[in-house]
């Protein structure tokens, strides 16, 4: 990686040379973002008003079957264009250096980002979607059902 920030750390290899295990991408993410333009986070991508779709691969089509217009989901997606060795950063917003399992950063030994989305509408292999805070053409991993009963921790009340 070029352009280490002051307290960044890399590693001495590359972590994508250790592959241990296969993935298959079920699909591309289709947003209006790329380099430069893209949110930071699920919130600021809602907040732009953008919305997104998935676009799967025609043959995970049954797998959608039970979902439905206005459910959340969940959203694994393999950050494909970003780097992989920090495991110390200093992002801008912050006042210092936090380790990278501290951070939402799509720098990341493994590029898998998660975000929560809420489907907006469904036709086929296609799934509109409210927000997504990826590049045009993400690979996406896979779909699972939000459950507040599963997901939420145990008395947590998110803020209004």
């Known amino acids: 990686m070029s352009g280490q920030r002051p307290g960044e750390v890399a590693l001495g290899f590359d972590p994508a040379t250790r592959v241990e295990a296969g993935l298959t991408y079920i699909g591309r993410i289709r947003s209006s973002w790329s380099k430069g333009d893209c949110p930071k986070n699920i919130r600021q991508a809602r907040e732009t008003g953008q919305a997104g779709r998935i676009e799967l691969d025609s043959a995970y089509t049954p797998a959608l079957t039970g979902l ?3 459910q959340a989901v969940q959203l694994l997606y393999w950050v494909d264009r970003g ?3 920090l495991i110390v950063q200093s992002p801008a917003h912050a006042d210092g ?3 990278t399992f501290a951070l939402r950063s799509p720098v990341r030994p493994n590029p898998i980002a998660l975000a929560t989305v809420v489907i907006t509408g469904i036709e ?3 799934v509109e979607i409210d927000a997504i805070d ?3 053409g993400t690979p996406l991993l ?3 059902p939000w459950l507040a009963t599963v997901d939420a921790p ?3 009340r998110a803020e209004d």
Do not use: H
């Open 68 to 70: 439905e217009v206005g």
């Open 142 to 144: 896979d779909i699972k």
């Open 134 to 136: 990826c590049f045009d």
């Open 97 to 99: 250096p936090s380790g």
């Open 154 to 156: 145990p008395g947590w």
């Open 124 to 126: 086929g292999a296609v």
């Open 83 to 85: 780097d992989r060795d």
